[in-house]
């Protein structure tokens, strides 16, 4: 896969990343900033978060004169999933595991599916990827893992699908699988925010729940009478916690490719704008995309009754509106902690040291 540095897509030229940062703030007054500490020296610094975005690498400390930000490639040493957890998805999966019948279903799952079959159900039709097969999307991969700091290497398939999505499975054996349709019209940064989201699944333990929903949605005469009857409303809990999850791997694809226009050009992407047929007609811009994205959160804000019906038509997907993936993911930007964790501050784990 080439560096793509012809896509048209693409926001490696200065004058479409000024272009998206007027967008995501067109009043230069209200920009918002934020106050990182320099990791070198521990002064605090006022950082705009449209100069971190347009070019974290020549954002310097007032006080030493050392970069603020880690180097675009260096990994978030020993990031833990706590770090960029939405709490959305936290709270939804305490609310899921409290459900009566959930620990029933779950064992029942895990006994009588079990991680094999559901490989084999994946896999069937699928292409494994490594050193002499698709070497070039499996550095892409590493490239997301190394930046996310992950120790282990999950298998990678490319799967034959016209739809443009990607997965993630596999508690023993860690898998992550593209549909070759999203690698159509991605350019590699924008892939590499993909693979980041995936892994961001694996990182966040989300895969033992996430392979639960794919059984009680697709699989509901292999659970019998009982486990259909105990999981109809389980379904409902798991897809709320599933579109709320969704918010945490999204922060772990941004965390994965650091560039904010590759992660909302995913996102357009998915809204509508990978196919043939919008691809050979028209160019799509991100900018009035996300002006798009705003005017919807605002209806949310300023309207319960818009709120409830954005609830309620999306209460049987799995993924959330893909505008409000785009609000939760700007949210983050300007007002988490993203900047903090690309500045060095963030949770870790503690890892074993190897003998
Ligand atoms: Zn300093
Ligand atoms: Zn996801």
Known sequence: MSASPADPQGYDSPALRAELVATLWPDADK?????????????????????AVLDAASCE???CGKALFIPPDAPLTNISSMAYEHPL??????????LPGFSTVMRWVL?????????????????RCGED???????????????????????????????????TFGVEEPTVMVHASLLDHLDDPQVVAVLAHELGHLHADHVLYRSLAVVLAGGSQMLGSVGRLLSFPLQKALYKWMR??????????LLGCRDVAASLGVLMRLAGGHRPGTVNRTKMRLAPFVRQARELAKLEESSWFDGLLATLMTMDSSHPFIAWRVMHLLDWVENGNYLDILAGHY???KRPVAA
Request: proline letters at 5%.
């Open 133 to 167: 097969q698709f070497p070039e999307l499996v550095a892409l991969l590493d490239l997301a893992r190394l930046r996310l700091d992950i120790p282990y290497q999950p298998s990678l398939f490319l799967s034959e699908s016209p739809y443009a999505n990607a997965a």
């Open 347 to 349: 949770d870790r784990v």
């Open 31 to 51: 920009v918002p900033a934020r106050l990182l500490e320099c990791r070198h020296c521990g002064r605090r610094n006022r950082v705009r978060v449209s100069a």
């Open 111 to 127: 006994s009588n599916v079990g991680e094999r079959s559901m490989r084999l159900m994946n896999l069937s039709t699928s292409v």
């Open 89 to 98: 998805d936290r709270a939804t999966l305490v609310a899921l595991k409290a």
């Open 244 to 253: 709320c999850s969704e918010l945490t791997a999204d922060r772990a694809g």
């Open 61 to 63: 400390c007032g006080a």
